[in-house]
């Protein structure tokens, strides 16, 4: 077999996504979930967020995915972790550090709780506005998306520990 054709039949060659691809809207009840832990939901959104549990994956591609969460008001830390986790924020000014414990900003704000749990575990870079942008965070049931409701596909999150005892 030559050089040419051996390169005829083994491409190299990247193949580059199509722009026109339909938006999915994925949704994660967390009363449904069985670990309720914030990280843990945290790092299932971000993987859909990035297109990672799509077949067709591309790490510089904006896939049109969606994610509604909503009860987020449910989650539930282990530990001590409610008291003792802070949160840190700057207004910029001299000696303007503030923090929060998790157990205050769930009760006052779980939508901007989850929202900083889920920006942290996205990729810092051009992307990651756009596809914060695309998750919704509601504290409870109720949710202004009834219009998209025929379209969701639910998530129900399950331990991987609870799945490798169910293989062995």
Same mark, same amino acid.
Request: positive net charge; contains cysteine; charged residues 30%.
């Given at each position: 077999?030559?050089?040419?054709?051996?390169?005829?039949?083994?491409?190299?060659?990247?193949?580059?996504?199509?722009?026109?691809?339909?938006?999915?809207?994925?949704?994660?009840?967390?009363?449904?979930?069985?670990?309720?832990?914030?990280?843990?939901?945290?790092?299932?959104?971000?993987?859909?967020?990035?297109?990672?549990k799509?077949?067709n994956?591309?790490?510089?591609?904006?896939?049109?995915?969606?994610?509604?969460?909503?009860?987020?008001?449910?989650?539930?830390?282990?530990? $001590?972790?409610?008291?003792?986790?802070?949160?840190?924020?700057?207004?910029?000014? %001299?000696?303007?550090?503030?923090e929060?414990?998790a157990?205050?900003?769930?009760?006052?704000?779980?939508? $901007?709780?989850?929202?900083?749990i889920?920006?942290?575990?996205? %990729?810092?870079? $051009?992307?990651?506005?756009?596809?914060?942008?695309?998750?919704f965070?509601?504290?409870?049931k109720?949710?202004?998306?009834?219009a998209?409701?025929?379209?969701?596909?639910?998530?129900?999150?399950?331990?991987?520990r609870?799945?490798?005892?169910?293989?062995?």
């Amino acid at each position: 077999m030559s050089s040419q054709e051996r390169t005829e039949i083994i491409s190299q060659k990247t193949t580059i996504p199509q722009a026109s691809q339909e938006e999915k809207w994925h949704f994660i009840d967390v009363n449904e979930v069985e670990n309720k832990a914030p990280g843990r939901i945290a790092v299932e959104i971000s993987l859909y967020l990035q297109g990672k549990k799509e077949v067709n994956c591309f790490p510089n591609f904006d896939h049109e995915i969606y994610v509604v969460l909503v009860n987020a008001s449910k989650v539930e830390f282990t530990g $001590k972790k409610l008291n003792d986790k802070l949160y840190y924020r700057h207004s910029g000014y %001299p000696g303007g550090l503030k923090e929060t414990s998790a157990k205050i900003m769930l009760e006052k704000n779980p939508i $901007k709780l989850m929202e900083s749990i889920v920006k942290g575990m996205l %990729p810092p870079n $051009k992307l990651r506005k756009r596809r914060m942008n695309r998750l919704f965070i509601f504290p409870d049931k109720e949710h202004n998306l009834q219009a998209r409701e025929k379209n969701f596909i639910k998530i129900n999150i399950s331990s991987r520990r609870k799945k490798l005892l169910n293989n062995e």
